[in-house]
Every structure is written in structure tokens, then in C-alpha cells.
């Protein structure tokens, strides 16, 4: 696991701060679910692993905005949860409504991306 996150970081330096933002379409069926909740987070970078880590944890679909930090996720409930979409998003360092990263998930992100941590 924490091979996938080293190479998921790797993946992420590449495109570090990009400006172009991008979000998937998601396929709709009658388990799919979506929740809507606030992640703590800075920039594009952000975004990526934020929506990123939503997608490891079974999202088919996760847009962050940056601007209000609130996350949307599509999933389907027969495969995944909120609880595991949280948990995956803190794991991978960024703050939410339900679960805090460790302070060594945090401080292991990029400069840009140290945002205000949530109380
Ligand atoms: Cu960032």
C-alpha cells in the first residue's frame, strides 16, 4: 500500500500544479449513489489526488472544487462508501468532514498543496 501511494505521488509531481482541471463521467445505475462533502484542500494538485483517492476507494465519478472545497462523489453502494471515500482521501493526506490525515500524510505532500488544516 504504501508502494501504490509512493508511485501515485510520483504520478502526481508530474503533473504538479496543473491548471487544466479534469473530472470523469460517471455511468449511472440503481445502486449509484452521491454525496457531497467538504475536503480541505488548496490547489489543482489537490484536486487531483483528492479526486484521485476517491476513485482508489471505489468512486466512479469526484470533482473537487477548489473554490468551496466540496467534494461530489458517484458511487456504487453495492461496492463502496462515503466512510471508505473519506477514509482514502485522509489516508492520501487531505482533511475532511469525517476523518483527519496523519500529520505524516500531510506533511508529506507537496509545498503547494500544505492548505489549513481542518479542526
Ligand atoms: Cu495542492
Given at each position: 500500500?504504501k508502494?501504490?501511494?509512493?508511485?501515485f505521488?510520483?504520478?502526481?509531481?508530474?503533473?504538479?500544479?496543473?491548471p487544466?482541471?479534469?473530472?470523469?463521467?460517471a455511468?449511472?445505475?440503481?445502486?449509484?449513489?452521491?454525496?457531497?462533502?467538504?475536503?480541505?484542500?488548496?490547489?489543482?494538485?489537490?484536486?487531483?489526488?483528492?479526486?484521485?483517492a476517491?476513485k482508489?476507494?471505489?468512486?466512479?465519478?469526484?470533482?473537487?472544487?477548489?473554490?468551496?472545497?466540496?467534494?461530489?462523489?458517484?458511487?456504487?453502494?453495492t461496492?463502496?462508501?462515503?466512510?471508505?471515500?473519506?477514509?482514502?482521501?485522509?489516508?492520501?493526506?487531505?482533511?475532511?468532514?469525517k476523518?483527519?490525515?496523519?500529520?505524516?500524510?500531510?506533511?508529506?505532500?507537496?509545498?503547494?498543496?500544505?492548505?489549513?488544516?481542518?479542526?
Amino acid at each position: 500500500m504504501k508502494l501504490n501511494i509512493l508511485i501515485f505521488s510520483i504520478f502526481l509531481a508530474f503533473q504538479a500544479c496543473n491548471p487544466k482541471a479534469t473530472t470523469s463521467t460517471a455511468v449511472a445505475s440503481a445502486n449509484e449513489a452521491t454525496e457531497t462533502f467538504i475536503v480541505a484542500g488548496n490547489c489543482n494538485m489537490c484536486k487531483k489526488t483528492i479526486e484521485g483517492a476517491s476513485k482508489q476507494a471505489g468512486a466512479s465519478y469526484a470533482n473537487w472544487d477548489k473554490e468551496n472545497d466540496k467534494l461530489t462523489v458517484k458511487f456504487d453502494k453495492t461496492k463502496t462508501s462515503v466512510d471508505a471515500i473519506q477514509k482514502s482521501i485522509a489516508k492520501y493526506g487531505y482533511d475532511n468532514v469525517k476523518y483527519k490525515a496523519t500529520n505524516e500524510a500531510y506533511e508529506g505532500l507537496p509545498a503547494c498543496c500544505h492548505y489549513d488544516r481542518m479542526q
